[in-house]
């Protein structure tokens, strides 16, 4: 085994004049130093493409520097050591380049140009739902606007991006921590110029993903690209300093939402013009996170016009991309502070107006004015169980206090791959399964979707064994594995494993089902509608003794004996399930917090959640889920920011939440199967993400109502709220601040 260091750009933007390695080659243990000169050609897909998108892919390796963080070089040796000895003997000049930090300044007229042959940092821009909203806000008899600053952030998973590979025989095994196997098999071949066969991604265990996993990385392809050429296997583990620096963070994005509503407090339009920060390049993912912003913006409400502006432009930051949620936390933190804020304007109260305007069981399916079309569920349902929950403590150390609300629609189940070419993204959205019962009947279930610690495994073996007939024991599930599993085109992303790969396998153990009782109908020598399947035995209904156990049946079919005419040997089914749409989870959720106007500090000191995933298939999972989510969510509210110097340098602090910022969650399930799904499930893995930013925002902002109309940013740090509050007032005491 030998051992990679990544050498990364101190500067945020330059070019390299000089990258001499003679010196760390030469080091003791070093057995290669990888520039960019040795990568030269070596591209990485960007799978989602914006409307005009001047790039297609981007370099692993290049001499233009365009964010702090960049990878320059890869040295590999012998021991760890050894190799970071090595990387401080690189001697590599720079010129500087002027920092843009932000993507409002990228767009100013005298902005320093990412790509000066691209003539602007705008990516793209373009429209998504209603063109004709101006019209009917400038004649509403309310408006309310207010523009919204989403602060960047990063996942963080417990387990840093790492990865191992290995050449041999003419075949790349790659073993990395990654939600999508196949996508960082397809990448890895196209970028190293392998035909795929000769490429095997092993996932293993993982621990988190959270989006920032979902494909292959410049330094992970590197890693490959030395295996390649020592011919011995490579290993690479992030370090979590270059976790804020390489990995992909999110959310970065400024919002300008107006949400026009007419005399009886009924919302008639929302258009939000969303300006979201790409970093140095489009990453895999795009502009898909801040699309899905503006496609998702309406929620769980009925408007008469709905659309959004999409407008993307690069920094000299590290990339964007994908994070649980992606792009619904920031729709959601818009639209229901604009919700309240109006609320407030209009002196109604908060739940009441929501439920006013809230999208009715018996509307749904309902097709929404940014072109999705909810499925199923019961909206009002949800926000009027969650109202009868939540509650704040009583006021007792001279701390404000107050309770928010935010309600929203989820999109889960991404998968259907004629919508997913629509919107341009360069990948299907399919999944299969393969349900095997070997001789002994003990089942074997194997899918593409990859397991990221969000129980996959265990809810695939409960679909499984329910409908096959086998306890749950009696089941294994192999996911991660290229050379082994099913291909799947995107891997365990945008809440998606259970319900697309879970509907593939229900379909598959259908007819595994249906080829035992058939067997079991001509051995038996009655009819398959007479059978029934029960305790690891198929029997006659009514005639106990009139039976076959699936242990006598599985070593039947794997012998060939006793067949039914036209049957071939085994006890194997296949089935592919690319669902006809997207389905759409939803959650109310409530947070009351309790904000020290001294110093700013809010703490959340109680938070509740109504949530809607279709059927069931393990609560304990699902209530899992939740509150992971809404334990991230409660960092994006409050401390987590990956901020940047005016040079355009990451700073060094940045505040995970602990078990002290997270308050007993309180969980309610509710299900409303979708139509769309087999088994009626819709996904969980993000749902309690999107909604606590707004709740937390809409709650500090009842506790404050001086500053509720700049209540605006996320995080809401102590210095944020507390520099409101004394601008509040010293506006109160001075008329001429302010």
Known sequence: MAHA??????????????CEAGAARAA?????VITAGDAAGVRLPCVSLAPGQPESSYPVLEETIRYAGQPLAVVVALTEEAAQDAAEL?????????????????????????????????VTDFVIGDTDCEELIAGAEHVVEMTFRIGRAAPSPMEPRRIVASWADGT?????STQAPHHV?????????????????????????????????????????????????VRWVEPRTDHFGATLPARDAVHRGRLALDADGRFVALHCDILG?????PSNVGISPIAVSATMLPGPYRFERAGARVRAAVTTTTPTGSYRGFGQPEATWTRERLVDEAARRLGVDPVEIRLRNMIRPEELPYATRTWQSYDSGDYPGALRALRGLARTRPSHDGRRRGVGFSCHVESTGMGPSAQMKAAGIQAGGFESAVVRMEPDASVVVCTGVAGIGQGIETALAQLAADRVGVPLERVQVVLGDTAATPYSPVGSIASRSLTVGGGALIQAAARLRDRIVAIAAHQLEAAPEDLEVAGEVVRVKGDP????????????????????????????ERATHDPAAYTYAYGAHAAAVAVDVETGAVEVEGYWVVGDSGTLVNPAIVEGQIRGGVAQGIGMALTEELAYSEEGLPLAEYLLPTTREIPAVEVVLVQTPSPVTPGGMKGVGEAG?????????????????EIADRITVTPLTPQTVWSLLDSSHRSRTDPGVG
Request: glycine share 12%; proline share 7%; with cysteine.
């Open 689 to 705: 993400v999107i909604g606590p930013p707004a709740a937390i925002g809409n709650a500090v902002a009842a506790a404050l109502p």
């Open 90 to 122: 690189l001697d590599v000049g720079f010129d500087e380049l002027p920092a843009v930090v932000g993507a409002d300044r990228a767009l100013l007229d005298d902005a320093p140009l990412l790509y000066p042959g691209w003539g602007t940092n705008l």
């Open 185 to 233: 098999r397809d990448h890895a071949a196209q970028a190293l110029g392998l035909a795929q066969h000769r490429v095997r991604v092993i996932g293993c265990d993982v621990g988190g993903g959270f989006g920032a996993k979902e494909h292959l990385y410049p330094d992970e392809t590197l890693v490959c690209l030395a295996a390649i050429r020592s011919g011995r296997p």
């Open 172 to 176: 790349l095994t790659i073993w990395a």
């Open 28 to 32: 003791h243990g070093v057995l290669d």
């Open 545 to 572: 003794g009139a039976r076959r156990t699936l242990e006598e049946i599985a070593a039947s079919a794997w012998r060939g004996w006793d067949l039914p005419e036209g049957m071939s040997p085994g006890l194997e």
């Open 5 to 18: 260091v990544v050498v990364r750009s101190p500067l945020a933007h330059g070019r390299v004049t000089r």
């Open 277 to 281: 920060d790409l970093g140095a390049h």
